[in-house]
Each structure stands twice: as structure tokens, then as C-alpha cells.
């Protein structure tokens, strides 16, 4: 005989398990993947696989160098989030 609380701690297993799976999956996307993307020329995160020496596959996944930055935008200071590459070259354009 199943009990109500029996019930209750299997659903909160479950609800656990799947939401494991999701983020070591990376199905579920947090916000943040927001901030990791260049705001000027749209770098973003890289997916593909980790192949070990016996060819096994593994999911993994390669960030931009992205900072958060305040720059000139039509004689405006604006909050960006820039890759390393822009921020580089707004510097140069600036002197
Ligand atoms: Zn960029």
C-alpha cells in the first residue's frame, strides 16, 4: 500500500533526477547563457564532444572570452557584454 508521502518523496525523486539530467546535459539553458554572448559580433558558446583515445564521445562545450564593458555608443556610455577581440578593438579605434 502506497502512502501519500511515499508517493510525494518518488514524484520529488523523479523531479530531481530529471532536472540533474538536464543541466549536466546542458538541455535546460540557465540565464546566464545570455551574458555569453558578444553583443557586437555574436560570439557564442561552441558545442561538440571530448573524444577520449578509445573514441569514446562526451558532450562539452566552449565559451567566449565575453566581459562586461562600458563603452561610446553614439556619444552615449553603454553597458555591453564584449568578447575579448571587440573590446581589443574598440581600444585601438579609440586611440
Ligand atoms: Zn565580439
Not at 532536472?19 to 538541455?27: E, G, P, T
Request: hydrophobic share 40%; glycine share 4%; net charge positive.
Amino acid at each position: 500500500m502506497l502512502t501519500k508521502d511515499a508517493i510525494l518523496a518518488y514524484v520529488v525523486a523523479l523531479c530531481y533526477y530529471v532536472l540533474v539530467d538536464f543541466a549536466r546535459f546542458r538541455i535546460w539553458k540557465p540565464k546566464e547563457t545570455t551574458k555569453l554572448k558578444c553583443d557586437i559580433c555574436g560570439k557564442s558558446p561552441v558545442y561538440g564532444s571530448n573524444v577520449s583515445h578509445s573514441k569514446r564521445h562526451t558532450n562539452r562545450s566552449w565559451l567566449g572570452n565575453i566581459h562586461p564593458a562600458t563603452i561610446m555608443v553614439d556619444g552615449k556610455m553603454k553597458q555591453l557584454n564584449l568578447c575579448t577581440r571587440c573590446l581589443r578593438n574598440q581600444n585601438k579605434a579609440a586611440v
